[in-house]
């Protein structure tokens, strides 16, 4: 005898084959009783699509997908996304910082190389440095003998490290990076700087600047060197908000007082992360703005005074994808033309998940303006204007 949903079921399957019967779909709906990969919501989604004068429905949105497009509007900018081997295994990753080597460093004669910091749905616990290399700046893997992270994890519970900022000096590599920690009566924020001479053994590491208290942030170092001193930018806490700042050193160990910047065209917002590249006539910087809500969004900046005074463009990229539906992050950049004006873009950003990525996109500019492309016919070396390509020091 049937009961309650085994007679519901049978009146339904019924009623189903004499439909499909009369439209001449009964070898459809034997099939799909048959098939045991199908759960019954899909099942029946395909017999009522088979039903249906009008085209099938999508499936239901998962919001799973990357590259999921926000909206109908096609977006300017078409990115690949970067699959990166993080040591804690998530591959989620922000910070990018980008150095180009023309004949190629360490063993595996890699030409780019980039530090960045794992950050898996936002967790700084796993924010410490790691280094990846790539023959193409997009396909990117662990160098033999590289241990990860690159920078163990400071041992305080609330203790972690952060925005690496690399260059190539002298043949070696440049790393420096912060270091945040939670003590009793006040926040210590450090830089410090490591270097290499082939990728995989490291100096010990160098403080070279610290600061204590919450509003002295040392946020995102980012080092150039240009006729014979370095410099430095940082974004720190001021009376009236984040505010820019920019140092002078001789060796790229002890640095000038602090020289407040001012930033033009960031308008109800506030500079949070930059990088800084120098090239003939300028000095340009990708500059990641954030309000109170917060937003983080990228920018295009130049500087025509060694970098006291910016100029800010309005946003880089519209928020098209699902990867970057919430957040554009700090990014790296390389020049790879002077006519026209070429570079490679490497950028993080995160989803509603807080699910972090990095990013790559190829970018022209014209006059001050920079723009999307999707690739170039000619990008064979990068030019040496690149702060990671200068190798005059003495």
């Known amino acids: 005898m049937l009961f309650g949903r085994e007679v519901y079921l049978f009146l339904l399957i019924a009623v189903l084959a004499l439909l499909l019967l009369a439209t001449g779909c009964l070898g459809t709906f034997l099939f799909l009783l ?16 088979r039903l249906s004068n009008g085209p099938p429905s999508m499936l239901p949105s998962f919001r799973d997908a990357p590259y999921r497009r926000l909206s109908a509007v ?27 080597i023309h004949d190629g460093f360490g063993a595996g ?11 898996a749905y936002g967790n700084f616990v796993h924010e410490n440095p790691e280094l990846f290399a790539s023959h193409d700046g997009i396909q990117w893997a662990i160098p033999d003998g590289v241990r990860s992270p690159l920078i163990p994890r400071p041992e305080g519970q609330w203790d972690y490290n952060s925005d690496p900022d690399m260059l190539f000096l002298n043949r070696e590599l440049w790393l420096y990076y912060r270091e945040s920690q939670a003590r009793p009566t006040e926040w210590e924020t450090r830089i410090y700087l490591t270097t290499s001479r082939d990728g995989t053994n490291w100096s010990p590491r160098t403080e070279v600047l610290a600061a204590q208290g919450v509003a002295a942030l040392l946020m995102s170092p980012a080092v150039i060197y240009q006729a014979g001193h370095f410099l430095m930018w940082t974004v720190e806490k001021a009376a009236n908000g984040f505010q820019l700042f920019q140092r002078q050193s001789e060796n790229g160990l002890r640095w000038d007082a602090p020289i407040p910047c001012s930033i033009f065209g ?3 917002r506030e500079p ?23 937003d983080w969004r990228l920018h295009y900046a130049y500087s025509l005074d060694d970098g ?24 790296s950049m390389l020049k790879t033309g002077c006519n026209p004006h070429r570079y490679r873009l490497w950028y993080s950003a ?24 999707d690739d170039f016919t000619d990008d064979s070396e990068v030019v040496a204007l690149h702060k990671s390509q200068v190798e005059d020091l003495r």
């Open 34 to 49: 048959v098939r045991d990969d199908l759960s019954p919501s899909i099942a029946m989604e395909k017999i009522r699509n």
């Open 74 to 100: 096609p977006p300017r900018h078409r990115p690949t996304l970067l699959n990166l081997h993080t040591s804690e295994g998530s591959g989620q990753a922000c910070h990018p910082d980008v150095a180009y």
């Open 109 to 119: 004669r890699w030409r780019y190389w980039m530090a960045c910091t794992p950050y």
């Open 266 to 268: 960031l308008t109800g």
């Open 272 to 294: 949070w992360h930059l990088d800084v590249i120098r090239e003939e006539d300028r000095l340009s910087a990708l500059v990641v703005s954030v309000t109170q809500a917060p």
């Open 308 to 331: 006291i005074t910016w100029n800010v463009n309005s946003f880089l990229f519209e928020q098209a994808y699902e990867f970057e539906e919430t957040v554009q992050y700090r990014a």
């Open 350 to 373: 995160a989803n509603r998940r807080q699910m972090f990525s990095i990013a790559h996109q190829y970018m022209t500019r014209e006059h001050s303006n920079l723009q999307p492309v």
